[in-house]
């Protein structure tokens, strides 16, 4: 049983997910939190991560590391986006087990659904048809790690769960443009461009793709309900319910920025899957549910890059 003086351990703390998780269980009153990044270890190595569960005993963990980046970074490190993602995963989820933890969260993401899946996409749509192109390294080895959960559930009789969370967005996010997703990059173009003179941005593909945000912190709230419940099935997506196209979501963007120039459509980049909409109604049917509007959490999320990065 968990409860609020267990020790939890999440990794990627530092991340924008990880630091979510920690603001919410804090503010639900747990204290005994550990948190790793690869600052402090290699999650790549099993000796490593085989210490790390045998000196901190940890009843419940939180993976919230790993390899991401948008199409960009996918498309261009395909190995490491595979191999680093299931060396870490696959030795949080041994020694998890191993190691007796109670409860393993285990966070993927909404790519692992195929690129062409009737709308919206549902968790037996998994393995169904093929995936998109650039990011199927990072889905694969997402796959992998619901499947590794899933085997353990059925054979040890594990209480262990996979959310899958669509695209998130928030405080801490990463806005390097060559690793970052669409919706951080976004912002950090159009405030570049304001600064310069409000110069033209240039945006990949037509526009025409459909996406569902989440706000970090909603993701936070539905891993500590997942913590503090008991599941009977293996997957659950995580998601807002709303979509909005790209060239929606740069007008929104630009309005909140202040950016008065022009907005450049590069056609030869690619748009990457045409829509991705979760239904997560599973989650929501349990007692989850989604609060933070999509504009107010784009603002919230610009002060914070422009607190920190300005």
Known sequence: MINKNSRILITGHHG??????????????????LGVSSND???????????????????????????????????TYPYEFLLDNML????????????????????????????LAPQPLKE???LTNSLEDTNQWYAIAKISGIKLIEALNKEYGRNYISLMPTNLYGSNDNFD????????????????????????VILWGDGTPMREFLHVDD??????????????????????GNEISIYQLALLIKNIVGHKGEIIWDKSKPNGTPRKL??????????????INLEIGIKETYNWYKSTFN
């Open 16 to 33: 924008m997910v990880g630091s979510a998780c920690i603001r919410a269980l804090k503010r639900n009153g747990y204290q005994n939190l």
């Open 41 to 75: 270890l290699d999650l790549k190595n099993q000796v490593e991560v085989d210490k790390l569960f045998k000196k901190e005993k940890p009843v419940a963990v939180i993976n919230a590391a790993a390899r991401v980046g948008g199409i960009l970074a996918n498309d």
């Open 88 to 115: 870490i995963q696959n030795n949080m989820i041994r020694y998890s087990h191993e190691n007796n933890v109670l409860k393993f969260i285990f966070l993927g993401s909404s790519c692992i659904y195929p690129k």
């Open 124 to 126: 037996e749509y998994l």
């Open 177 to 200: 443009l060559d690793s970052s997703h669409v919706l951080p990059a976004i912002i950090r173009k159009f405030e570049e461009a304001k600064l310069n003179g409000n110069s033209p």
């Open 219 to 240: 993701l936070a709230e539905a891993v500590l309900f997942a913590l503090e419940n008991t599941f009977d099935e293996q997957i659950y997506n995580v998601g807002s």
């Open 278 to 291: 979760l239904d997560s109604s599973k989650l929501i049917t349990k007692g989850w549910e989604p609060k």
